[in-house]
């Protein structure tokens, strides 16, 4: 016995389809670009850019698990990633001055050097990725979404 599909779930499933090889070819392209010219990988990037919008005072310092809802990754993923840029020299620990068993991470000199060394690649690729996915006919509504949320100048 078979079914009809339902139609709306039917355009759903597309639409997320369609937006999943967007995610995927941005991120792959992204992740060609930073890793030839900054040997920096998306994932590492986007650490290294969470953790350099920090701020002193209230709320500012993120915990481990609020930078790993930040770069949705697991919490182990995240450390085994901070461990990484640690080991790089790209970031700190330290503990939370008022709760001991907090502990933050902050972009070092040498982390936010290359930071702002990585920013043109990052931004030239991803400009680059949704360029080509913009002639996708399946894809283009999607860019022009994605477009639509940068704020005007």
């Given at each position: 016995m078979s079914r009809t599909p339902d139609p709306a779930l039917f355009g759903l499933?597309?639409?997320w389809c369609a937006l999943s090889a967007l995610h995927s070819r941005i991120e792959a392209?992204?992740?060609r670009a930073l890793q030839a010219h900054h040997d920096?990988?998306?994932?590492e990037f986007s650490v290294l850019d969470v953790l350099n919008r920090q701020h002193d005072g209230?709320?500012?310092?993120?915990?481990?698990?609020?930078?790993?809802?930040?770069v949705v990754l697991s919490?182990?993923?995240?450390t085994r990633l901070v461990n990484r840029l640690e080991d790089r020299g790209l970031?700190?620990?330290?503990?939370?001055?008022?709760?001991?068993?907090?502990?933050?991470?902050?972009?070092?000199?040498?982390g936010r050097s290359l930071l702002e060394e990585a920013r043109p690649t990052n931004?030239?690729?991803?400009?680059?990725?949704?360029?080509?996915?913009?002639?996708?006919?399946?894809l283009a509504p999607l860019v022009a979404a994605v477009?639509?949320?940068?704020?005007?100048?």
């Open positions: 499933a597309q639409g392209h992204i992740e920096l990988s998306v994932r209230e709320g500012g310092h993120l915990r481990m698990n609020e930078v790993a809802d930040a919490q182990s993923a995240t970031l700190t620990r330290y503990l939370c001055l008022t709760d001991r068993r907090g502990i933050y991470t902050d972009v070092t000199d040498a931004d030239t690729a991803l400009r680059e990725a949704l360029e080509d996915a913009s002639r996708r006919t399946e477009e639509s949320l940068a704020p005007t100048s």
